[in-house]
């Protein structure tokens, strides 16, 4: 694994202070006027809560329009290890905490990572957690059952790439499944829960596939 280096940081933290300074600016301007009283700091509290999110979900998606996250290997040194590092520190201190607290409503998980740059179609739903969201596009009315995990990066000692995971129409990924790099799942697949499907697997559509590591269970030439 390869070390977060200062610069990273302190973009990051600058980022972050500014987020939070414009957060606290917007919050007095707008809910400045309300009247002292009990719930006056709760209010302004959770309304100030808010609004960080709100400025940091704009920020995040500003720095990545700079800094896309890319498939292939990432060399070290370059710009994209320098994106990759902030935008992992954007991920793992501001949102990851709350996507895997298993508090925020199914609905609104989806809603969250549409706005982190997964690709989910109609009807399509996520109670598990999507690791760079930017590198999965799943299809319309498929389901990725509760603390699934979909990991579209590759950490092997100091090798660190990305590889696009690829998920069809009406495709279930079961409860606790991890789904590795590069995997593609067609339309009508189910993915048992537990499995774990290795990098670069191709899945069939219509096809099961469940066991440590997944094999093909039912479907076609099974």
Same mark, same amino acid.
């Not at 790099?181 to 899945?203: E, H, R």
């Given at each position: 694994?390869?070390?977060?280096?200062?610069?990273?940081?302190?973009?990051?933290?600058?980022?972050?202070?500014?987020?939070?300074?414009?957060?606290?600016?917007?919050?007095?301007?707008?809910?400045?006027?309300?009247?002292?009283?009990?719930?006056?700091?709760?209010?302004?509290?959770?309304?100030?809560?808010?609004?960080?999110?709100?400025?940091?979900?704009?920020?995040?998606?500003?720095?990545?329009?700079?800094?896309?996250?890319?498939?292939?290997?990432?060399?070290?040194?370059?710009?994209?290890?320098?994106?990759?590092?902030?935008?992992?520190?954007?991920?793992?201190?501001?949102?990851?905490?709350?996507?895997?607290?298993?508090?925020?409503?199914?609905?609104?998980?989806?809603?969250?990572?549409?706005?982190?740059?997964?690709?989910?179609?109609?009807?399509?739903?996520?109670? @598990?957690?999507? =690791?760079?969201?930017?590198? !999965?596009? %799943? /299809?319309? *009315?498929?389901? &990725? $059952?509760?603390? +699934?995990?979909?990991?579209?990066?590759?950490?092997? @000692?100091?090798? =660190?790439?990305?590889?696009? !995971?690829? %998920? /069809?129409? *009406?495709?279930? &990924? $079961?409860?606790? +499944?991890?789904?590795?790099?590069?995997?593609?799942? @067609?339309?009508?697949?189910?993915?048992?829960?537990?499995? %774990?499907?290795?990098?670069?697997?191709?899945?069939?559509?219509?096809?099961?596939?469940?066991?440590?590591?997944?094999?093909?269970?039912?479907?076609?030439?099974?």
């Amino acid at each position: 694994m390869r070390k977060i280096r200062g610069l990273e940081i302190f973009t990051f933290m600058t980022i972050l202070s500014i987020v939070v300074v414009l957060a606290l600016l917007t919050d007095r301007l707008v809910l400045g006027w309300l009247p002292p009283g009990d719930f006056r700091g709760i209010i302004l509290f959770l309304a100030g809560a808010f609004l960080i999110y709100c400025y940091a979900f704009l920020a995040y998606r500003i720095f990545l329009r700079s800094y896309p996250l890319r498939e292939g290997e990432i060399l070290p040194g370059s710009r994209d290890e320098f994106g990759y590092h902030v935008y992992l520190l954007f991920y793992l201190i501001l949102f990851y905490p709350v996507l895997r607290s298993g508090s925020v409503p199914v609905p609104l998980m989806r809603l969250i990572y549409q706005i982190l740059g997964a690709r989910l179609g109609a009807n399509t739903y996520s109670s @598990g957690i999507i =690791l760079d969201p930017p590198l !999965i596009e %799943i /299809g319309a *009315n498929s389901i &990725v $059952g509760q603390f +699934a995990l979909l990991v579209p990066h590759v950490i092997e @000692g100091h090798k =660190l790439a990305h590889y696009k !995971i690829t %998920i /069809g129409n *009406n495709v279930t &990924v $079961g409860a606790h +499944a991890v789904v590795l790099a590069g995997v593609t799942i @067609g339309d009508n697949a189910i993915i048992a829960m537990g499995a %774990i499907v290795p990098k670069g697997s191709q899945i069939e559509p219509n096809s099961v596939w469940g066991g440590v590591p997944a094999k093909k269970l039912r479907g076609p030439d099974a």
